[in-house]
């Protein structure tokens, strides 16, 4: 049966279908993966044309796909995603844009775009993404739908196409907290508890959003502090975050250069001019200011460790709004960027979990607020997010 495409959120290489094994707990689930894991026999495209040209077909499936599999959620299809994942936009010039189902007029956010499409359109129940620098949070904010950007290194990375590897995460997309819930039982393991804690509201982040934003989440904040308990009101980032992102963007490029430089050199890619000048500003940095973005990164990782104590929930927003509209133009998109960066970098440089929640609006559309802890409470959010739902 071929996908049902309407969305454009599909890779045309993507028409792949694996039943799950019969009588798991996820029976009866579908989901989409993002085109940067790997599925046996098939070559994975990483949103880039040249890519799936000059690429063998997998040897073994992404361990993350096959634990979906196994626990009998079958798999319908593969994703589009930004090229190499280097873009937060949801535009593919190779492969077009998925619709955003939230707002058919507005960008869907990526860079795993397709997959937050599929979800959000009803496609399949979940889809599995990857978030280095909030391509899960964001497109969860832009098409309202619940993203979790699980503690690095929680979910195995194997058969996954790399952007920055000390950044990258594996997490994935639902309409509802309790799917959610059901796919983290799979990879994450079994529930785990925590002590209670506070809801620590990060006040520089908001004052990173407009006063319009500010307004439309102050009703979830009032119900997370209902759910949670204790408040307490806390600067995240005494360095500004100018200073987060400029480290972030050096290690993220860095990163990148590393690991598909030979590749970029040798192939010479045809790839969108601001992809392409991404990975050309990470050819350029040095070890040396690496280092130094390091000591930055390990900063940010000793303030949240002294700003938040286990069974804490870290309160920002998720996005400095809702998504923007699809003729954003180049330096409008850039300054975008920049600005979705300096809230989402955070997350990169302390490799906390982060899970956007769909519970706001701003001008018709989905506006999502982010709960975050520290590092391994992955499972205090999907608590948190089902104890939410189930008193809406």
């Given at each position: 049966m071929a996908l049902d495409n309407r969305l454009g959120c599909f890779c045309p290489h993507g028409d792949i279908h694996i039943d799950g094994k019969p009588g798991g707990p996820l029976s009866g689930l579908t989901f989409a993966a993002k085109d940067?894991?790997?599925?046996?026999?098939h070559v994975t495209g990483a949103g880039n044309p040249d890519w799936l040209a000059t690429h063998?077909?997998?040897?073994?499936?992404?361990?993350?796909?096959?634990?979906?599999l196994d626990a009998g959620a079958s798999l319908h299809g593969k994703t589009i995603t930004d090229e190499l994942a280097y873009s937060l936009a949801g535009v593919n010039m190779h492969y077009g844009t998925p619709l955003n189902p939230a707002g058919p007029d507005r960008l869907p956010g990526g860079s795993s775009s397709g997959s937050a499409s599929a979800v959000a359109g009803?496609?399949?129940?979940?889809a599995l993404g990857t978030d280095t620098g909030g391509s899960i949070r964001v497109p969860a904010n832009n098409c309202g739908l619940y993203g979790i950007r699980t503690t690095h290194g929680r979910v195995a990375k194997d058969g996954l196409v790399?952007?920055?590897?000390?950044?990258?995460?594996?997490g994935w997309f639902t309409r509802d907290a309790r799917t959610m819930a059901r796919i983290g039982e799979v990879l994450l393991g079994p529930r785990?508890?925590?002590?209670?804690?506070?809801?620590?509201?990060?006040?520089?982040?908001f004052d990173l959003v407009g006063a319009d934003v500010r307004a439309a989440l102050k009703p979830l904040v009032d119900r997370l502090i209902a759910a949670v308990g204790p408040r307490h009101y806390a600067t995240l980032n005494p360095?500004?975050?100018?200073?987060?992102?400029?480290?972030?963007?050096q290690i993220q490029g860095y990163e990148a250069w590393q690991a598909h430089g030979e590749w970029i050199a040798k192939t010479k890619p045809k790839m969108a001019p601001e992809i392409a000048e991404r990975f050309n500003l990470g050819r350029q940095v040095t070890a040396e200011q690496v280092a130094e973005a390091g000591k930055v990164r390990e900063r940010a990782r000793q303030r949240l460790a002294a700003m938040l104590q286990p069974g804490d929930v870290l309160c920002m927003p998720a996005s400095s709004g809702p998504a923007p509209v699809k003729s954003l133009s180049g330096a409008a998109e850039g300054a975008y960027r920049a600005a979705m960066l300096k809230l989402t970098c955070t997350g990169g440089l302390t490799g906390m979990p982060q899970m956007t929640l769909p519970l706001a609006?701003?001008?018709?559309?989905?506006?999502?607020?982010?709960?975050?802890?520290?590092?391994?409470?992955?499972?205090?959010l999907l608590d948190l997010a089902e104890k939410l739902e189930a008193a809406a």
């Amino acid at each position: 049966m071929a996908l049902d495409n309407r969305l454009g959120c599909f890779c045309p290489h993507g028409d792949i279908h694996i039943d799950g094994k019969p009588g798991g707990p996820l029976s009866g689930l579908t989901f989409a993966a993002k085109d940067l894991f790997d599925i046996e026999g098939h070559v994975t495209g990483a949103g880039n044309p040249d890519w799936l040209a000059t690429h063998a077909p997998a040897t073994a499936t992404a361990s993350s796909v096959r634990k979906l599999l196994d626990a009998g959620a079958s798999l319908h299809g593969k994703t589009i995603t930004d090229e190499l994942a280097y873009s937060l936009a949801g535009v593919n010039m190779h492969y077009g844009t998925p619709l955003n189902p939230a707002g058919p007029d507005r960008l869907p956010g990526g860079s795993s775009s397709g997959s937050a499409s599929a979800v959000a359109g009803r496609l399949v129940d979940t889809a599995l993404g990857t978030d280095t620098g909030g391509s899960i949070r964001v497109p969860a904010n832009n098409c309202g739908l619940y993203g979790i950007r699980t503690t690095h290194g929680r979910v195995a990375k194997d058969g996954l196409v790399p952007l920055a590897d000390s950044f990258d995460t594996v997490g994935w997309f639902t309409r509802d907290a309790r799917t959610m819930a059901r796919i983290g039982e799979v990879l994450l393991g079994p529930r785990e508890n925590f002590p209670a804690g506070r809801l620590v509201i990060a006040t520089d982040c908001f004052d990173l959003v407009g006063a319009d934003v500010r307004a439309a989440l102050k009703p979830l904040v009032d119900r997370l502090i209902a759910a949670v308990g204790p408040r307490h009101y806390a600067t995240l980032n005494p360095d500004g975050f100018d200073v987060w992102f400029a480290a972030f963007r050096q290690i993220q490029g860095y990163e990148a250069w590393q690991a598909h430089g030979e590749w970029i050199a040798k192939t010479k890619p045809k790839m969108a001019p601001e992809i392409a000048e991404r990975f050309n500003l990470g050819r350029q940095v040095t070890a040396e200011q690496v280092a130094e973005a390091g000591k930055v990164r390990e900063r940010a990782r000793q303030r949240l460790a002294a700003m938040l104590q286990p069974g804490d929930v870290l309160c920002m927003p998720a996005s400095s709004g809702p998504a923007p509209v699809k003729s954003l133009s180049g330096a409008a998109e850039g300054a975008y960027r920049a600005a979705m960066l300096k809230l989402t970098c955070t997350g990169g440089l302390t490799g906390m979990p982060q899970m956007t929640l769909p519970l706001a609006k701003l001008d018709g559309c989905p506006l999502g607020i982010s709960i975050a802890g520290l590092p391994g409470s992955d499972w205090m959010l999907l608590d948190l997010a089902e104890k939410l739902e189930a008193a809406a």
